[in-house]
């Protein structure tokens, strides 16, 4: 075989080394031990089989460039990249100030969103991810509305893949640690300027909505990352996926700001992702609860998660938050 014909070795420090991989392999690797427990013949074979894959890892984990999708990002993998945190401190008297002194159609909107959210904790069943994405469905969609009274476009874009390639690259300012992130969000939520030919190219059948959408909003939008209802632990246990998507977002569309949030339909947590002097610094708000039980005796919870929505899509008022 020619010199050509053979590949190039490489340092393990060379290139990015994706650890979805050989997170996938591990998960399965657990599936199978669990289902083939008690076997005897199998019970040595796997052992040995965990040790090498569990080796593997240990190397793998040295990698210097690991890729990386958003799903499976940790929070160790972002504490090595250098992102640091903070906390997002609304001012409960400039978000009161955003729920009273709507105009008639906002009103409009939210009394039919209170009336249509409580008619899915009526009949849909809350224990799965699809029913989450009804309430989400539904926020938005009155987002949407309120934002066509005011002569403003806004476009949903499910799904929306971030980070072609080997991903969108972030490193440690100092150390120089190195990580690769890709994947999907599940909404991309933009606002842009009323013009017709803006809507077709966002809205309309066919086209590459990817490729102009962030080139059309001008910095306007924010993401949203969807789980299914469960205990808040497990939400919590998300932000490290919501956090990497934001990253993602600000690298590959040069932003110094990002704003999303990580949401169940009921708990929603906000956030706002700064880069300074080279550093990632994400700001994360309390939980906001928009439980079956709060809204049957009132609507305030919604209209103060509508219209935070508004204003991470907008933002109009400078004083509404403190960053701690």
Known sequence: MSESGHKRKRSLQDSPVDLLKMRMALSRLEALKEELDGIQETEEELKTISAHVLALENILKSAKKPKVSFSTVCAEDLKKAGVTSGRLVFEPAKLSELTEGLTANTEAEIADLHSRIKKIYA????????????????????????????????????????GQGDGVQISHPDSGYELWLSGSVDYVVIDYEDVRDYKKRLVGPGGSRQEVALDISKGRLFLVEAKHQSAEKYLISCIPEA????????????????????SDGQTWIFFILK?????????ESASYRLSRDVLENSDLPLREIVQLVCEWLRPSTTDLFTLE
């Open 123 to 162: 009949h849909v069943n809350m224990d799965y991810e699809a029913g989450s994405r009804m309430i989400l469905d539904a926020i938005l969609l009155a987002l949407a509305e309120i934002a066509s009274t005011q002569k403003r476009g806004v476009a949903i874009l499910p799904e929306m893949r971030i």
């Open 275 to 283: 880069l300074a002097y080279g550093t990632l610094t994400y700001y």
């Open 243 to 262: 956090i990497s998507q934001g990253i993602a977002l600000l690298k590959s569309a040069n932003l110094p700001e990002v704003r999303f949030c990580l």
